[in-house]
């Protein structure tokens, strides 16, 4: 052994030594708030720029234009934006769904608490679409019998919230009990079978909505609610959606 | 090499005071500050709040996180860079580029070490994997198998990093999966018990790697009020031992200060969080000392 080994030797030995004897002597913990009283760091900022332009100009680009301002508050049991959300379901999804099982779907079920944002009268934008639908939700179809859309049913009669529904329609008399419930000009045959389309949240339980559960299919379209909307909107020119009388309450 | 002999002398010489001389109190070494710096569920919030935000106007952003980053590193060189997970989804940035640009600029930041919120897999687990590349950091997660996964061998149960001969570990927690997240997203991600994953990660990390600081970061939950049942920071903080940190996510959390909890051995710890979207830094900065003759000294927190 040399006089290098013998140093090395030494040294992890004192290295060891050390590594036993430090000691956490005080900590101090705190806070720091991010405040625009900080610089902004030009570096990151300028990567940052070509990002943030691309996704702004994505964002912004027209698709439509609104002739008002629409609102999930304007209206019992339906709503203009509402229905036009559901309407916008079955009108985009309705084909894929074809496509891929030769079946239609029979009506549509979102939920009134899923729609995030007013719509502006004029420019309807991507961004439109992302206020009014932030959430990555897609949409699937579900087989369910007649006994579980009696329960779809009386969930909506017993929440009396304009859940957006299409090819729906739901009658209640002036006492808030169910007159009638109708597909197609035809009532619903409680022991016949239908496909409901709505959203995987809502599917997975999302708004105590556990009448999807025990369902006979599924079907998963991989289609975001959110590019049904893009999907929808570019399609059109004007959105110009109304209140109707698929979901009401007779006054006497 | 004259200069390099004059210093192995010095230490041989150090040694033997050390070994050898009990009594002698010449023997001072110096303190050493090791900063722990810390974000949670930035949730893809590169830009600031706006000015007309309802909430957090002018708040958070990733360019002056970065500024303030700088001048803490600048401050002090031993300084880590953490992330307690959900890094993704909140902004349309996120919606555009699947994670891209966070993992880039968190990485342009030199974050050592995150690890993986629920939100994480919104993508599915294949879109995180696919993000990997653009993250020079790493990932950690103890109580998430990702052996059936292609996760598998890129997500690491903990980390060591040394500063300054200072050995610290880092474990990662994640919360339960099921019922929160689709399983088409985490497919056969399979969640481990957070309490006996930390005691094993504990064990490993005290006595076969002699850290000399275990930190834990964790998407667990700070506390719920509502289900006291559900694995959180603070049970985790009170039912397990040597863990110095733990730092938090998921709940967005805003705290006053970092709570000071005792673990099962009746010692004081740290555990923070500091809400959501960038809006804060946490700090905790640990001072060591290497004095032989503190036995009887404790830590002392200050909040």
Do not use: W
Request: hydrophobic share 35%; aromatic share 10%; net charge neutral.
């Amino acid at each position: 052994m040399n006089y290098k080994q013998v140093c090395l030797i030494i040294v992890l030995t004192f290295c060891v030594a050390c590594k036993t004897d430090v000691h956490l002597n005080k900590v101090e913990g705190k806070q720091i708030n991010i405040s625009d009283s900080l610089a902004i760091d030009t570096n990151i900022e300028d990567f940052i720029k070509p990002y943030r332009d691309n996704v702004n100009k994505n964002l912004d680009s027209v698709l439509a234009y609104a002739v008002d301002t629409y609102s999930k508050r304007d209206g019992n049991y339906n709503t203009a934006i509402g229905n036009m959300m559901a309407d916008a379901v079955f009108e985009q999804a309705n084909p894929v769904f074809k496509n891929r099982t030769g079946k239609n779907i029979d009506f549509v079920l979102l939920n009134h608490g899923g729609i995030r944002a007013i719509i502006s009268k004029g420019k309807v934008t991507t961004r439109t679409a992302y206020e009014v639908m932030p959430f990555e939700n897609s949409v699937v179809v579900v087989t369910l019998k007649g006994t579980q859309v009696k329960e779809l049913i009386d969930y909506l009669v017993a929440d009396k919230r304009a859940h957006p529904i299409s090819k729906l329609k739901v009658v209640l008399d002036s006492n808030e009990q169910l007159k009638s419930a109708e597909l197609d000009g035809k009532p619903i045959d409680f022991n016949a079978t239908y496909n409901v389309a709505t959203n995987d949240y809502l599917y997975n339980g999302g708004d105590s909505m556990n009448f999807f559960k025990t369902n006979d299919s599924l079907y998963v379209l991989d289609y975001k609610i959110r590019n049904v909307l893009i999907d929808y909107f570019t399609k059109i020119d004007t959105l110009n959606p109304v209140r109707d009388d698929r979901f009401i309450q007779l006054n006497n | 090499m004259k200069r390099r002999d004059f210093l192995q002398h010095t230490l041989a010489a150090s040694t033997l005071i050390g070994l050898g001389g009990t009594g002698l109190t010449s023997f001072t070494p110096s303190t050493k500050k090791i900063t722990v710096l810390h974000t949670n569920d930035v949730h893809s919030h590169i830009d600031p709040f706006g000015p007309d935000d309802g909430r957090n106007p002018n708040q958070g952003g990733v360019a002056r996180r970065a500024s303030l980053i700088n001048s803490i590193r600048k401050d002090n060189p031993n300084t880590l860079l953490l992330d307690a997970g959900d890094i993704f989804q909140g902004t349309p940035y996120f919606n555009y580029y699947g994670g891209e640009l966070e993992f880039k600029l968190m990485s342009m930041l030199k974050y050592d070490v995150a690890t993986i919120g629920n939100h994480d897999f919104d993508n599915s687990i294949e879109g995180l994997y696919a993000q990997l590349p653009h993250a020079k950091f790493d990932f950690v997660s103890a109580n998430y198998d990702f052996s059936n996964t292609v996760l598998d061998t890129h997500v690491k149960p903990y980390k060591i990093i040394i500063k300054d001969g200072i050995k610290i570990g880092i474990f990662g927690l994640g919360v339960k999966l099921q019922g929160l997240v689709d399983k088409n997203m985490y497919k056969e991600t399979v969640y481990l018990d957070p309490t006996e994953t930390s005691q094993e990660m504990t064990k490993i990390l005290k006595d076969d790697e002699q850290c000399d600081l275990i930190i834990c970061l964790s998407h667990l939950g700070y506390h719920y009020k509502n289900h006291p049942e559900r694995p959180s920071d603070l049970k985790l903080a009170a039912a397990t031992k040597h863990i110095d940190l733990i730092i938090g996510g998921h709940t967005h959390t805003f705290l006053k200060k970092p709570t000071i909890v005792k673990n099962l051995e009746g010692k004081n710890m740290l555990v923070n969080q500091v809400g959501c979207y960038g809006i804060n830094l946490g700090k905790i900065d640990f001072y060591f000392d290497g004095n032989k003759n503190k036995s009887a000294n404790g830590t002392s927190i200050i909040v």
